[in-house]
């Protein structure tokens, strides 16, 4: 059986065009996939806590030498951990906040890009333990950041979600990326978004 672990970061919900837009994708790629089994990852629900001093000490710290206190703090980042590691395919719906992403799924992302658990340090050089997985990325942007586009060089969104996620052993990411939804492009942009949908649901 397939397992879906889908994300979502838009505190808007039903308002969201990033969750609307991944619902209609998994509807869709659920049809060719009927023995999927779907976990949902709310981090405006559930949200995580930032990190702490303590935190940072038990990610770095071997777990044979955690402290009660250690072994505490670490708790909900292996919970996370695991849970992410238990998927075989991703769905991240974000949408772009002041040219990147909302502060929970960062927060989140801090919990899971773990030494030894996500990534390890190998001869002097990283390596990325998820591997054999597919990660997709279904964004919302307020303003048009296609290439090309004057805000093109200000979509700092997309080049650190694929750089965190090739870190820790991704390499079949995908976006679908919503432009100018506060702009005369928003009809054009989200047609172009449901075509993709619908092309992107019978492969991935």
């Known amino acids: 059986m397939t397992r879906l672990l889908y994300i979502a970061s838009s505190p808007r919900h039903e308002h969201s065009y990033?969750?609307?837009?991944?619902?209609?994708?998994?509807?869709?790629?659920?049809?060719?996939h009927p023995e999927v089994s779907i976990a949902l990852r709310d981090l405006v629900r559930d949200p995580v806590p930032y990190l702490d001093?303590?935190?940072?000490?038990?990610?770095?710290?071997?777990?044979?030498?955690?402290?009660?206190?250690?072994?505490?703090a670490i708790q909900l980042s292996d919970r996370l951990v695991d849970e992410f590691?238990?998927?075989?395919?991703?769905?991240i719906s974000v949408p772009m906040y002041n040219f990147t992403i909302p502060a929970v799924l960062k927060s989140y992302i801090d919990y899971i890009v773990r030494p030894r658990r996500t990534f390890i340090v190998e001869n002097g050089s990283f390596k990325?333990?998820?591997t054999g997985k597919k990660l997709l990325f279904i964004t919302a942007r307020g303003s048009d950041f296609r290439p090309g586009s004057a805000f093109a060089?200000?979509?700092?969104?997309e080049p650190y979600l694929k750089t965190v996620f090739e870190f820790i052993g991704f390499t079949d990411i995908q976006f679908i990326n919503a432009n100018g939804l506060r702009t005369d492009l928003r009809?054009?942009?989200?047609?172009?978004?449901?075509?993709?949908?619908?092309?992107?649901?019978?492969?991935?």
């Open 18 to 32: 990033s969750r609307t837009l991944t619902q209609e994708f998994i509807d869709k790629w659920s049809l060719y």
């Open 53 to 72: 001093d303590t935190w940072i000490t038990a990610k770095f710290t071997a777990p044979e030498q955690y402290t009660p206190e250690l072994s505490n």
């Open 85 to 91: 590691l238990a998927a075989d395919r991703y769905i």
């Open 128 to 130: 990325g333990l998820v």
């Open 153 to 157: 060089p200000s979509d700092f969104q």
């Open 187 to 204: 009809e054009q942009s989200l047609a172009e978004a449901r075509s993709t949908i619908q092309d992107l649901a019978t492969q991935w």
